[in-house]
């Protein structure tokens, strides 16, 4: 038996404590009912004279079960809910909660009340209970209405009396029966329209694993039982309920396939005969829905592969489409998706304007609209800004004069005996990165050598200038390396190909060359994080570019930043812990007497290139 993990302390009384936490976070909007789970727009906390809100529009009431956050709370605001009721955990609310929530919202008809539209999902307890509530504020002389969804398309239309269950669908009818109330239109107007948007949608869900309520004593794996096998579920209900049939898992195409399937199938009611829910031409409002355990990432891709299916196989234009939580099942696995026509038979013509009519409640996002043109303006990418071509000797900064003599020739000097002796060292380096690393680094450094010599052989480096050239460096190692040190090297050598373009100085002199340096290896300790210390290639790194600094004149101390790079990598081997890089993983006993092979590669290119340009100018 597995334990499920929840935030949770009792229970009992979960509820309380999830009101608790609305409240704090909308302190301006919402306001709590005394003595019962009702959640109130905080107009409604003004006195009751002329001022009432319900003298100038219809109130607005939906709720049911917890557990299908933000359902129904999240959409108490303008043009939506006036409140919702909370039942318990998957239970519907009590009688005189409802009746206490219509009284709080409504006036009597005598006192120029417009009255209370219930919106309720088809399941049995809240159909009854809303139901009577209704009828006992009808009977103090309030006037209120009911309006049931049931857009499930999973449940067959003759199974029974119990009728296809309400899901995400209802969202919509809070979401255009709230604009026409924020319209001041009369209550049987509303209800027109509520009803209109009930009976033109429709939805179906799927899920990868079942919801586990809060208290329960083991995780609910009934998608799991199956051993050796991914199973799912298509057509479950918002309360784990079970669904058309469970299948092995399909792939995301696949999964949305079903669902479009099922819910055409199913169709909608126009005339007393059943048509297909959608037909070519029509414009579509999709609202692919979060049942509480399915990532962001996740929801973008089922909404690609639903928009993409209606518009390239069923040739309709879905002009609105909403991604997000928007009836939960708690942790449930899955997703669903609910469809409206705004066009074709449609009873109530102007249903889009209060889809579209803003709303401060907090759990709907405004729609963004794809209203006109032949595709969509998000279809059309932005040009990319090209940058200047490495092999173009074009620049958009005046470049500095190079004050080194023969530097194109230097540089292919240093350039082949450095890779060539990066090369040889693969086996070394290999070797150090085996016992405190992964074991690339000798390989991924000798990629990184071989692609700058075959560069250098083919004259796709530009050696006259030193600016070109570490930024031509940066390229080759960027194509090559891959890795942690291959982005590191690239992030150094591009800081040295900027910084010598700000040369302050007459002219680039190996003076400037070590500062460029040294501003390189201090953007390496910047990007990556590592300092000194930290058991990498800044442990070279750092000591040799201060060894550079200190040469007199504009010849910069080549071999004593050779030294002191030797000296690095030896401290290294005598560092008993690691703050960076795989290396950060290992105990003292394994890290001890081995040094760190980025910092032992520094070391041997610097060693090459002493010898070379000690003698500089």
């Given at each position: 038996m597995v334990k499920p993990k929840k935030f949770l302390n009792d229970p009992t009384n979960a509820v309380n404590e999830f009101i608790a936490g609305l409240l704090l976070q909308y302190p301006n909007h919402l306001r709590k009912l005394a003595n019962q789970h009702v959640?109130?727009?905080s107009s409604f906390a003004?006195?009751?004279?002329?001022?009432?809100?319900?003298?100038?529009?219809?109130s607005l009431l939906s709720g049911g079960g917890s557990g299908h956050e933000p359902s129904h709370a999240g959409y108490i605001g303008q043009n939506m809910l006036s409140g919702a009721i909370?039942?318990?955990?998957?239970?519907?609310?009590?009688?005189?909660?409802?009746l206490a929530g219509i009284r709080a919202v409504t006036l009597p008809t005598s006192e120029g009340g417009k009255g209370c539209l219930l919106i309720v999902k088809n399941y049995t307890g809240d159909r009854l209970n809303f139901g009577m509530a209704c009828e006992m504020a009808n009977a103090e002389g309030f006037a209120v209405q009911m309006v049931v969804v049931a857009d499930d398309c999973a449940m067959e239309r003759q199974k029974g009396i119990t009728g296809a269950r309400g899901v995400a669908g209802t969202v919509l009818v809070h979401k255009a029966a709230g604009g026409a109330a924020g319209q001041g239109m009369e209550l049987n107007a509303v209800v027109d329209v509520a009803e209109t948007v009930a009976n033109g949608v429709g939805s179906l869900g799927v899920a990868l694993e079942a919801v586990t309520i809060p208290g329960a004593d083991e995780v609910n794996d009934r998608l799991s039982k199956n051993k050796g096998e991914c199973m799912m579920e298509i057509g479950l209900g918002i309360h784990g309920e079970a669904g058309m049939r469970q299948c092995s898992l399909l792939t995301c195409d696949e999964i949305a396939k079903e669902m479009l399937k099922a819910i055409q199938e199913y169709g909608r009611e126009v005339d007393s005969k059943i048509v297909p829910l959608y037909k070519a031409g029509d414009e579509l409002l999709v609202l692919v829905n979060n049942l509480g355990g399915t990532s962001c990432f996740e929801m973008s891709l089922l909404a690609r592969s639903l928009v993409s299916q209606l518009?390239?196989?069923?040739?309709?234009?879905?002009?609105?489409?909403?991604?997000?939580?928007?009836?939960?099942?708690?942790?449930?696995?899955?997703?669903s998706v609910s469809i409206m026509p705004l066009t074709g038979d449609v009873k109530y013509k102007d249903v889009l304007s209060l889809i579209d009519a803003d709303t401060d409640a907090p759990a709907w996002a405004n729609v963004d609209a794809w209203k006109s043109g032949a595709s969509r303006p998000s279809d059309t990418e932005i040009d990319e800004v090209p940058g200047v071509a490495s092999t173009s000797n074009e620049t958009s900064v005046a470049l500095p004069p190079v004050l080194i003599a023969n530097f194109a020739d230097v540089a292919r000097v240093v350039l082949r005996s450095c890779c060539e002796i990066l090369i040889i060292s693969e086996p070394l380096l290999t070797k150090y990165d085996t016992i405190v690393g992964d074991g690339d680094c000798g390989i991924t450094m000798k990629r990184g050598a071989n692609e700058i010599l075959q560069r250098l052989q083919s004259e796709k480096l530009r050696l006259g200038h030193p600016s070109q050239l570490f930024a031509d460096l940066a390229d080759a190692v960027s194509a090559s390396m891959g890795g942690t040190s291959g982005i590191l090297l690239e992030l150094m050598f591009r800081k040295i190909s900027t910084s010598l373009l700000s040369s302050a100085g007459e002219g680039i002199t190996s003076k400037e060359m070590a500062i460029a340096f040294r501003a390189g290896v201090e953007a390496v300790s910047f990007y990556g994080g590592a300092q000194e210390g930290s058991r990498t290639m800044l442990d070279a790194l750092f000591p040799a570019s201060a060894a550079m600094l200190e040469g007199e004149g504009p010849a910069a101390n080549i071999e004593e930043a050779a030294k002191a790079a030797e000296k690095g990598v030896d401290a290294t081997a005598a560092m008993d812990h690691a703050e960076a890089g795989r290396s950060n993983y290992l105990s003292k006993e394994v890290l001890m007497g081995t040094p760190d092979p980025g910092a032992a590669a520094v070391a041997v290119v610097l060693a090459t290139m002493a010898p070379i340009l000690s003698q500089l100018p």
């Open positions: 959640l109130l727009h003004a006195a009751r004279d002329d001022a009432h809100p319900n003298t100038a529009s219809v909370l039942g318990g955990i998957f239970a519907s609310p009590a009688v005189s909660s409802i518009e390239k196989d069923a040739r309709c234009k879905a002009t609105r489409v909403l991604v997000g939580s928007f009836m939960t099942s708690f942790d449930m696995q899955g997703a």
